[in-house]
């Protein structure tokens, strides 16, 4: 909404919701860290949040878990409006957040139980079997009986995981659940969410990494500097924000200055340029760089991803403020 | 967010109900409304106490004691400050004491022929027979209970004192008669008034508080702060030495102590044969200390004996006066003793007296 | 649900090497002192106290341990559950855990209450256990001498212990109660202990002071010399009564700081 590209996207689905946040903002002090977030995560999705460190997804999705008491704005989850329903709607909802949680000295196991022990959904005499069942999930029967202390980062991110697991759940909220793990084992995290979006469970990943979620992910939301500046479906975002050229040409002066003239946007990219395709078409573009006399040895339309579309996201946001667009670049790789 | 609300105000209530009940407890007992009681003549109330024989009843006593005396060993009840006991009695003449001190405990029992006397600091036992069954009269522990003292105190400045009934109190939880001894102008003494509360049923005394002259806080008292009336556990006036208990005769014990000088004087002046110099409140008691005892006194006590006494002299030689809020002892050089609830002045013209 | 969440809270407790050694550490109070109390024996016994009564008399250790430890040792091992309870948690990032299990906060104070209340009346009542053993062992009894040194039976002395073990649980678990309401601000366990061992020692020191003696019935601390009057026959229960109404005020004030904190903390 922030951002024109964002407009075709943030129209309200009148399909069931699995959380919806609205006019979201969070204070810590006198820094914001979350403003007018208006998120919905339909039900059924995988919902890929997307954001440099410091964009607020975390304090998002602690909100949603009703882990952080908005200073305004409302949330409803599964339901429930938040924060009165939270105790109805929790044990439905599986988290991983701020990565994984456990006691060193306990085992694997022993940490699972403990949790266990707190799943209000989860019937006493089916506790040991749903543990080993979580365990074995998410690759971790082998190791079960060591102590936490000793596992590996990647073994921590998968016991956290199995943790939310422990229950068939109608939203899981993994908060960046690839941390630590080898490619394997992000493969395996990527089933897992395959598997859940398959058994109908909604699923809320957050993540820096971009194409993880463009792997995973049926919906994506953008935040940045603490509120959401694109969401919708993948395949949609990707459409919308997807049209740029890139021309190859010796005369690089000459053609920023026609397409200027002709109101398209474009800026010098290594030995060419990029030029937008808002409101203009690639024939368009050609035509009015060749009537300026401009030779152009080649032009490629860019093939979007969502890398693209989230530098693009977050660097029309830093021009707009007058800052350079590598920090957000950098700041969106860690 | 209503429920969340109920759950603040519900803790935030607690801490409160916390902090009160801390103000609370630190707060002394407050004395309560004063109970309305029938009139009663001053006489009769004073007749009614010397004839009134207290029957058995156990509680426990508070001292309160502002008087400014060095604590003395043998009786940390005595010194500065509040302290308690416990008593029982059977209204026979058996008796049980209990004198907690810090963690330890002196226990005193008279079982009718015998007075046993237990400290559990040295793990000792006192054991001392009544000559002719007879009970020994001259017990320091009797001063810790407010009914005798009190007894003692009324029959003994009776004639020189004003007597009225000055409103009732609520002692312990009974109501009670404030009956004031007020010394007759001519007496010359410290103390300004003398209040006795007196149980307005049983007429037996269940606090003293002694008053001088500029303050309006008495300056020593002792109270039952808890009292029951009525026959007490038989068990409780039967002493047995545990076993692994030194078990000793006083006049053992009094050998072991005569070393120590402060016992020395407090024996001379309650000893066999004190001198009594005039009557009613300014009573002077004197006595001759053994000089050897003046000079055995060891360096560390002799500066204790310093710092709290200061040196005067007069046409009836030196000494060493020792002032109290209600009592004043002159100690002369050559071991001579005055003591009374008087003016220094009186102890000087009377130390010539001491034989 | 709530049974087993409890139960759990007490298992953890009890799985944590931390609490094992504290628990041996503790058992070694009473053994010690009976040891040393044997050794010494020849002597003429003597000493302030519950210590002049030792001597061949075993009963008393129990009761004269817990009197000891509750000075210092009990407090610091309190402490160490209080701040496990909550600040550890949030150290390791349980709590949240917890909390989206979901257990709802209220609840969670109260798991971990009563966690540190089964807690303390367990290492409490081990260490009475304990001390009989050795005690009678080191000390040899015939019932149980009181200070007013009458001779108690040992059924009477049983009783006396037991009541003993409950008093010193509940001033140690309102220390605890006040530990959690510091364990609820932060997540550094270490802090905790420091903040409520630096707090303990400061009263004990204040409560030195005479010219201060107005601030002593405040103090938490100046409760505990009067729990001896369960060895004192017949029982005064003036002072243990004050001394736990005391603990009262303070587990009350605990709680309340430590769930207002707990219902409005962001996590």
Same mark, same amino acid.
């Given at each position: 909404?922030?951002?024109?590209?964002?407009?075709?996207?943030?129209? =309200?689905?009148?399909?069931?919701?699995?959380?919806?946040?609205? %006019?979201?903002?969070?204070?810590?002090?006198?820094?914001?860290?979350?403003?007018?977030?208006?998120?919905?995560? =339909?039900?059924?999705?995988?919902?890929?949040?997307?954001?440099?460190?410091?964009?607020?997804?975390?304090?998002?999705?602690?909100?949603?878990? %009703?882990?952080? $008491?908005?200073?305004?704005?409302?949330?409803?989850?599964?339901?429930? $409006?938040?924060?009165?329903?939270?105790?109805?709607?929790?044990?439905?909802?599986?988290?991983?957040?701020?990565?994984?949680?456990?006691?060193?000295?306990?085992?694997?196991?022993?940490?699972?139980i403990r949790c266990a022990a707190f799943e209000p959904l989860l019937p006493k005499k089916q506790i040991k079997q749903a543990v080993e069942d979580a365990l074995e999930r998410v690759g971790l029967a082998q190791a079960a009986h060591r102590r936490y202390r000793g596992y590996s980062l990647g073994m921590k991110q998968r016991l956290g995981l199995a943790g939310a697991l422990l229950v068939p759940r109608k939203l899981v909220v993994l908060d960046e659940p690839t941390n630590g793990l080898d490619p394997a084992g992000t493969r395996e995290i990527r089933k897992i969410i395959a598997e859940l979006h398959e058994q109908g469970s909604t699923v809320l990943v957050s993540s820096h990494l971009l194409s993880e979620v463009e792997a995973t992910c049926t919906h994506v939301a953008v935040l940045h500097r603490g509120t959401v500046v694109a969401q919708g479906e993948l395949t949609e975002l990707l459409q919308a924000g997807?049209?740029?050229?890139q021309v190859i040409t010796p005369d690089v002066e000459t053609a920023l200055g026609a397409l200027r003239q002709a109101k398209i946007s474009a800026r010098p990219l290594g030995e060419g340029l990029r030029v937008e395709l808002a409101g203009t078409s690639a024939p368009q573009v050609i035509e009015t760089l060749v009537k300026a006399g401009v030779g152009v040895y080649e032009a490629t339309r860019w093939k979007t991803g969502l890398e693209e579309l989230f530098a693009r996201l977050t660097e029309a946001e830093e021009a707009e403020r007058g800052m350079s667009s590598v920090d957000t670049l950098d700041g969106g790789r860690r | &967010?209503?429920? $969340?609300?109920?759950?603040?105000?519900?803790? +935030?209530?607690?801490?409160?109900?916390?902090?009160?009940?801390?103000?609370?407890? +630190? &707060?002394?007992?407050?004395? %309560?409304? =004063?109970p309305s009681l029938p009139n009663i003549a001053p006489e009769t109330l004073v007749e009614q106490v010397l004839t009134s024989k207290p029957g058995a009843f156990?509680?426990?006593?508070?001292? !309160?004691? *502002?008087?400014?005396?060095?604590?003395?060993?043998?009786i940390p009840q005595l010194a500065d400050g509040k302290h308690s006991a416990r008593i029982w009695t059977d209204g026979n003449g058996k008796l049980r004491l209990a004198l907690p001190n810090g963690q330890s405990e002196q226990t005193i029992v008279d079982?009718?022929?015998?007075?046993?006397?237990?400290?559990?600091? !040295?793990?000792?036992?006192? *054991?001392?027979?009544?000559?002719?069954?007879?009970k020994d009269e001259a017990k320091p522990d009797n001063a810790m209970d407010p009914a005798t003292a009190a007894k003692e105190i009324v029959s003994k400045t009776k004639e020189f004192s004003d007597i009225s009934v000055d409103g009732t109190a609520r002692v312990a939880n009974r109501a009670a008669y404030e009956l004031v001894l007020t010394p007759k102008a001519g007496e010359k003494t410290l103390v300004r008034e003398v209040r006795i509360a007196v149980d307005s049923e049983l007429k037996m005394p269940l606090r003293v508080a002694v008053l001088t002259n500029g303050t309006a806080e008495p300056v020593g008292q002792v109270g039952f702060s808890q009292i029951n009336v009525g026959p007490q556990d038989s068990k409780l006036f039967e002493f047995t030495p545990p076993s692994g208990a030194k078990v000793t005769t006083p006049e053992a014990k009094e050998e072991q102590q005569r070393h120590k000088p402060e016992i020395g004087i407090e024996q001379a002046l309650r000893g066999e044969n004190p001198q009594i110099f005039g009557t009613g409140w300014d009573t002077v008691v004197g006595a001759r200390i053994p000089?050897?005892? &003046?000079?055995?006194?060891?360096?560390?006590?002799?500066?204790?004996?310093?710092?709290?006494? *200061?040196?005067?002299? %007069?046409n009836w030689g030196s000494g060493k006066l020792f002032t109290t809020k209600v009592a004043t002892i002159l100690i002369a050089d050559d071991g001579r003793v005055v003591a009374g609830a008087v003016p220094e002045q009186v102890l000087f013209d009377t130390i010539g007296q001491v034989k | 649900m709530i049974t087993r969440q409890l139960g759990s809270e007490v298992r953890w407790m009890l799985r944590r090497p931390r609490t094992i050694i504290g628990l041996f550490g503790l058992v070694l109070v009473p053994i010690i002192i009976s040891f040393g109390i044997w050794t010494a024996s020849d002597e003429g016994g003597g000493g302030p106290g519950l210590a002049a009564i030792l001597k061949g008399n075993g009963m008393v250790v129990p009761i004269f341990t817990l009197f000891l430890s509750l000075n210092l040792l009990l407090p610091l091992v309190a402490s160490i559950w209080a701040a496990d309870g909550l600040a550890g948690e949030a150290q390791h990032g349980t709590l949240r855990g917890l909390l989206v299990a979901p257990v709802s906060r209220v609840r969670l104070?109260?798991?971990?209450?009563?966690?540190?209340?089964?807690?303390s009346l367990f290492a409490v009542t081990l260490m009475a256990v304990v001390g009989i053993i050795a005690g009678t062992a080191f000390l040899g009894t015939d019932g149980m001498m009181t200070l007013s040194g009458t001779t108690l039976s040992t059924a009477e002395g049983l009783v006396r212990i037991v009541l003993f073990i409950l008093l010193v649980t509940f001033q140690m678990v309102s220390i605890g109660a006040v530990a959690l309401a510091v364990s609820s601000t932060t997540e550094h366990p270490l802090v905790v202990q420091a903040a409520t061992m630096t707090t303990i020692i400061v009263f004990q020191v204040l409560g030195q002071f005479p010219s201060l003696d107005w601030l002593h019935p405040f103090l938490i601390t100046t409760g505990f010399p009067g729990l001896i009057d369960v060895m004192r026959d017949p029982i005064p229960f003036g002072q243990i009564w004050d001394s736990t109404l005391l603990a009262g005020c303070y587990l009350l004030i605990g709680t309340g700081l430590a769930a207002m904190r707990l219902i409005t903390k962001d996590n």
């Open positions: 909404m922030t951002t024109s590209t964002s407009a075709p996207v943030t129209a =309200p689905t009148t399909h069931a919701v699995a959380a919806r946040t609205k %006019g979201l903002r969070k204070e810590y002090g006198s820094t914001v860290a979350v403003d007018r977030v208006d998120l919905e995560l =339909p039900e059924g999705a995988v919902l890929g949040m997307l954001g440099p460190n410091g964009s607020g997804k975390t304090t998002t999705i602690r909100m949603l878990l %009703g882990l952080v $008491r908005p200073t305004q704005g409302e949330i409803e989850l599964l339901g429930q $409006r938040l924060p009165d329903g939270v105790e109805q709607a929790l044990p439905h909802v599986g988290a991983l957040v701020e990565g994984p949680g456990f006691h060193p000295f306990l085992s694997g196991r022993e940490n699972l997807g049209s740029a050229l | &967010m209503n429920n $969340r609300k109920v759950t603040l105000a519900a803790a +935030a209530a607690g801490v409160l109900t916390g902090a009160a009940g801390l103000s609370l407890l +630190a &707060m002394p007992a407050g004395a %309560g409304q =004063p156990g509680g426990t006593v508070e001292v !309160d004691n *502002k008087l400014g005396l060095p604590s003395i060993a043998e079982d009718g022929t015998t007075t046993w006397s237990w400290n559990s600091q !040295d793990n000792e036992v006192t *054991k001392s027979e009544h000559k002719d069954g007879r000089a050897d005892a &003046m000079t055995q006194v060891p360096a560390e006590a002799q500066g204790l004996v310093d710092r709290f006494t *200061k040196k005067v002299s %007069g | 104070l109260f798991v971990k209450l009563f966690g540190l209340t089964a807690m």
